[in-house]
């Protein structure tokens, strides 16, 4: 069996939706982050391979996880993050819960309703931004908002994502009941351009997404680092633009993916509006302070 690093797809930390440890993240944090992130995106490959038995597939993401326990010498991404995490008394437990996560996209292939989903966020998604939380050393208490924004983003990426996910890897993330809800079938999820009934389905799914994001309202500006935080306000608003897109368009027959000009705008409105609402809360906190 060959390791797991020969069946990366090529796809690298600048080939993402979002940010991942730009310039914004301070250098001394961008080194955990980037370990992190290759060690991931090694495991998403491996999951998400095209040719590859699933139970090649599993042999492979338990290997890299005993590579990150220091049970095996194991693959070289796995020794990197675990020196990385060794360094900062970091825990391995985020790496292990995405390593969950892609095992169930090895397995299960359909989620019955929303609350199945979201549990699968919970391992898929949430815990990437709780490590780069627990690298900048931040509060606990964020991990609510995190769990959000964090859970909105994996359900943008879905339905952007759902025919090739269907037709390429028969996965449906869409979830099963709303699919009946609106008369749609999984099939339709194949088609070049979407049903009324699936299309009415995407829609309420990014509306459910919609609430998430609200969830998180105000998760920047509660961060101390003030460099994480505009970089989660700049993830925020290219997560807005892209539900914008999604709530008018036709996943499978438009393009729901944001352009480079699209991107720009949404960084540098995310960097003004957290710059503003980092202001406005350190002055509400100041008030608050006084007034005790």
């Known amino acids: ?27 001394k944090h961008r080194g955990p982050i980037l370990a992190f992130y290759e060690f991931v995106r090694t495991a998403d490959d491996v999951a998400d391979h095209p040719t590859l038995d699933p139970g090649d597939k599993i042999a492979h993401l338990d290997a890299l996880e005993a590579g990150l326990l220091g049970h095996i010498e194991g693959e070289a991404v796995a020794r990197r993050l675990r020196a990385s995490l060794d360094e900062r008394q970091l825990s391995t437990r985020h790496a292990q819960d995405l390593l969950t996560a ?38 606990r208490s964020l991990w609510t908002a995190n769990d959000a924004l964090c859970a909105a983003l994996q359900i943008n990426n879905h339905i952007q994502d759902c025919r090739a996910d269907y037709t390429d890897l028969d996965r449906v993330y869409v979830p099963l009941d709303a699919l009946a809800a609106s008369g749609a079938g999984i099939e339709d999820l194949g088609a070049p351009q ?11 799914l990014a509306h459910r997404t919609d609430a998430l994001l609200q969830e998180s309202r105000g998760f920047a500006a509660m961060i101390g680092d003030f460099r994480l935080s505009l970089e989660v306000a700049v993830i925020t608003a290219l997560a807005r633009r892209i539900l914008g897109l999604i709530k008018t368009r036709d996943p499978l027959s438009e393009n729901v993916h944001l352009t480079r ?7 540098l409105k995310g960097v003004a509006a957290g710059s503003l609402a980092r202001l406005a809360w350190g002055g509400l906190a100041s008030h608050r302070s006084k007034d005790a």
Request: contains cysteine.
């Open 261 to 267: 000009i699209g991107v720009m705008g949404g960084t």
């Open 1 to 27: 069996m060959n390791g797991a690093i020969d069946l990366r797809s090529g796809k690298g930390h600048r080939d993402e939706n979002f940010p991942v440890a730009s310039l914004l993240i301070s250098a």
């Open 102 to 139: 892609f095992r169930m996209d090895v397995t299960k292939l359909r989620y019955r309703n929303w609350d199945e989903l979201i549990e699968y966020c919970s391992y898929s998604a949430m815990p990437v931004g709780r490590f780069v939380l627990d690298v900048h050393g931040e509060s």
């Open 194 to 204: 979407s049903s009324a009934a699936l299309l009415q389905c995407l829609h309420g």
